[in-house]
């Protein structure tokens, strides 16, 4: 079975470290980071946010050596400027100032274009616009390849989504959520599972919702399972930032070997699983509101089971592939300590609980995202 290469993409935001709020320095973290981290951490819509990029690799160490010196090199960066990043898919408390988008012709643009998602009626930013992924490559493919990958990936998406739900309070108030980022993020167009298209049908698909302006560019596709424009990979955009990155890099393993365990059907041309559209929807509903703590839809049958069962039964299916790198027994470890202490939204709710504060939450959020 060949190995796949994978990369992680994370979004963290810089929030004050006396108020915790978030604040607007991502220019002042990234021109101090920028000399070690180069081309490696990147703007993001806002400038409260930073995001950083890892480079394709097939070691599950390297994936996680190379996140965590990244996390840290911005952590110091952003304490130059009295702010902290956190990782987090909505903000835990609401910013005191107003955001600002980041100062790009491209960004500018989106912001006119879509300006009813981004400003309030008065010209503010909104403050629900600030959302925090990450974001899953798995390479090398080609568009064709990556897209047939996708169908056979997109019954199981939910599954990761539920495992990384992070995002349960938002500007100091507690959602019900697991990820209220996955509801935040599906204002924007195209955010949903990824249509049954082969490479044509896709390439006419998007210049078609480029032409009538639904969206700015390609890269403006926001599927869950995307082939990316500017490297040669299936990017699984389904997850929220978690502080916790032995979580992150689980996510990253589990994608790629589910991954490396479907391609040989993708390569055979057996036909991927049929999912009704309602179906799939409800899946990822489900994945937001209860994460792993609930229930979701068995991706065979279509009925509910427990969020628990259904992991495990996409460990099961992806073993072939985590066999292959030798992820198996690391992969059952983690997953047995976060089913025990329910994942980043319930560790973020036990924070409060003990504490009673919501400044509490993003300092244990803020420690854990640039702890090794």
């Known amino acids: 079975m060949k190995i796949l290469t994978m990369g992680v993409e ?11 709020a978030p604040v607007n320095r991502a220019p002042e973290v990234i021109r101090r980071a920028r000399p070690e981290l180069g081309e490696q951490l990147q703007t993001e819509f806002f400038n409260a946010q930073v995001e950083i990029c890892t480079r394709a690799t097939a070691s599950r160490r390297d994936l996680r050596d190379e996140l965590s010196w990244m996390r840290t090199r911005v952590g110091a960066a952003a304490r130059d400027v009295y702010c902290m990043p956190v990782a987090c898919g909505t903000p835990v408390l609401p910013p005191e100032e107003p955001l600002t988008v980041t100062d790009t012709e491209r960004y500018r643009l989106m912001a006119r274009r879509f300006a009813s998602l981004v400003t309030r009626a008065d010209g503010v930013a909104r403050d629900d616009g600030l959302v925090c992924g990450c974001h899953v490559h798995i390479g090398t493919l080609d568009r064709e390849r990556a897209l047939a990958l996708a169908q056979h990936m997109r019954p199981w998406l939910p599954v990761l989504q539920a495992l990384a739900g992070n995002s349960p309070y938002a500007g100091r108030h507690d959602t019900g959520y697991q990820s209220w980022r996955a509801v935040e993020h599906a ?50 955009r ?39 559209g309602p179906i799939l929807l409800r899946a990822h ?88």
Not at 11 to 17: G, I, S, Y
Not at 191 to 206: I, K, N, R, S
Not at 210 to 227: E, F, I, K, Q, S
Not at 245 to 273: C, E, H, K, Q, S
Request: no cysteine; proline share 7%; net charge negative.
């Open 10 to 20: 994370e979004e963290f935001v810089l929030v004050d470290r006396a108020t915790r």
């Open 187 to 236: 204002r924007w167009p195209t955010v949903g599972p990824t249509p049954v298209l082969d490479e044509p049908q896709y390439l006419a698909h998007v210049a078609r919702l480029v032409r009538d302006g639904t969206l700015l560019d390609n890269r403006m596709v926001y599927w869950h399972a995307r082939p990316s424009e500017h490297v040669p990979t299936l990017e699984i």
């Open 238 to 276: 389904v997850a929220d930032a978690n502080a916790d990155l032995d979580t992150v890099v689980l996510l990253a393993i589990l994608v790629r070997g589910l991954a490396a365990t479907l391609l040989p059907r993708v390569d055979a041309g057996v036909p991927a699983p049929v999912v009704p």
């Open 285 to 372: 509903r489900l994945a937001a509101s209860q994460g792993i703590t609930g229930t979701g839809i068995d991706p065979v049958d279509g009925r509910e089971r427990p969020a628990t069962r259904l992991l495990d039964a996409l460990i099961d299916l992806a073993r072939p592939g985590l066999d292959a790198t030798g992820d198996t027994d690391w992969v059952g470890e983690q997953w047995e300590r976060i089913r025990a202490d329910g994942g980043g939204a319930a560790r973020q709710r036990d924070v409060f609980r003990r504490h009673g504060r919501f400044s509490a939450v993003v300092d244990a959020l803020a420690a854990a995202t640039v702890r090794s």
